[in-house]
């Protein structure tokens, strides 16, 4: 099987842009591995919010089972991303 998309070949040919919705939105998951500080601290680390917003994110995350902790372009969240899973926390990218 050949491993060439001949769908995306013709898009590439025919010069259509792939277009990616923004802004896109960082999930955060509740787990039962790590404390309300921890989690606190690393929302701030990553979003640069403030402490009462990360408290009120953490709370969501814990009685809802997941929030979005932050929203903006999709390099940016990435980053975002990137910082709360340096601790294992289990985030997910909604474009």
């Given at each position: 099987?050949?491993?060439?998309?001949?769908?995306?070949?013709?898009?590439?040919?025919?010069?259509?842009?792939?277009?990616?919705?923004?802004?896109?939105?960082?999930?955060?998951?509740?787990?039962?591995?790590?404390?309300?500080?921890?989690?606190?601290?690393?929302?701030?680390?990553?979003?640069?919010?403030?402490?009462?917003?990360?408290?009120?994110?953490?709370?969501?995350?814990?009685?809802?089972?997941?929030?979005?902790?932050?929203?903006?372009?999709?390099?940016?969240?990435?980053?975002?991303?990137?910082?709360?899973?340096?601790?294992e926390l289990m985030?997910?990218?909604?474009?």
């Open positions: 099987m050949s491993g060439n998309n001949p769908l995306i070949e013709q898009e590439i040919e025919s010069g259509i842009d792939v277009e990616i919705k923004e802004p896109a939105k960082v999930v955060l998951f509740n787990d039962e591995e790590h404390t309300f500080d921890e989690v606190i601290i690393q929302i701030i680390r990553a979003t640069g919010c403030d402490l009462s917003k990360a408290e009120a994110l953490t709370w969501e995350v814990h009685h809802t089972g997941k929030a979005i902790v932050f929203i903006g372009e999709l390099f940016k969240c990435t980053q975002v991303s990137s910082v709360l899973e340096e601790i985030t997910q990218i909604e474009i």
